[in-house]
């Protein structure tokens, strides 16, 4: 079992970038899961946004419309997460998670992004 | 997309009462289901995979049956940290998505 902590900004402007990071402790990038995303609007259900191997394969959910770029750095054994043109729908709690054989299951805390002027 | 359909939306039971929730996919997902519980202001937490294997740390009272597109999570005589929310999610297609969660409740 790994250890998951995002970070990044609270806020968002409209039109602008949400980029967040995971740090992972308690086990390598380079292992076998694949590291992933899943959002929780506020007061709502849990949505997947993407995941990437160690190696950058990715994948994405087709309703974010390709503003998704993921990405792994295995020397900081962080991966991150860049969500583009965000707009106030991108509001929500933000996990990293790992994904091993399509279930989630190491979760971080969660970190809450706002999108607003 | 697979659309993953939870019910009922919410569940009222009494401790150590039994509850089962019932997750139904649009399309064939085979074994590929999993289950979360969510506490407030937690991250969701890994139950159940593959329907029926319940991961590392999980009391025996939660099992999974199904196949297919209907799956069933039964609580047996529930406790007060079973009081929770409830998401499946399946895994055999991309993208993964979630079914819309049952809350258990007294």
């Known amino acids: 079992q790994v250890q998951l ?3 990044g900004p609270g806020l968002v402007k409209p039109a602008g970038t949400l980029s967040l990071i995971c740090t992972v402790s308690g086990g390598s990038i380079s292992s076998s899961y694949w590291w992933g995303w899943v959002r929780q609007p506020p007061g709502t259900g849990l949505e997947w946004v993407g995941q990437i ?5 990715a994948n994405d959910n087709p309703s974010l419309k390709s503003r998704v770029m993921m990405s792994v750095d295995k020397s900081m054994n962080q991966f991150f997460l860049n969500l583009a043109s965000v707009t106030a ?18 979760w971080g805390q969660g970190t809450p992004v706002i999108v607003s002027s | 997309e697979i659309v993953m359909t939870q019910s009922p939306d919410s569940l009222s039971v009494s401790p150590g009462e ?3 929730l019932s997750c139904k996919s649009s399309q064939y997902i085979g074994s590929n289901l999993a ?3 969510q506490k407030p202001g937690q991250a969701p937490r890994l139950l159940m995979y593959g329907v029926s294997t319940r991961a590392p740390g999980v009391p025996g009272r939660f099992s999974g049956s199904g196949s297919g597109t209907e799956f069933t999570l039964t609580i047996s005589s529930l406790q007060s940290e079973d009081f929770a929310l409830y998401y499946c999610q399946q895994y055999n297609d991309w993208p993964r998505t979630f079914g819309q969660g049952i809350k258990v409740e007294i």
């Open chain 1, 5 to 7: 902590e995002e970070s």
């Open chain 2, 35 to 37: 289950w979360y519980q």
């Open chain 1, 89 to 106: 729908a991108d509001t929500a709690v933000y996990y990293c998670v790992t994904s091993l054989y399509g279930r989630f299951e190491d």
């Open chain 2, 18 to 20: 039994g509850a089962t």
């Open chain 1, 53 to 57: 191997s160690h190696s950058g394969t």
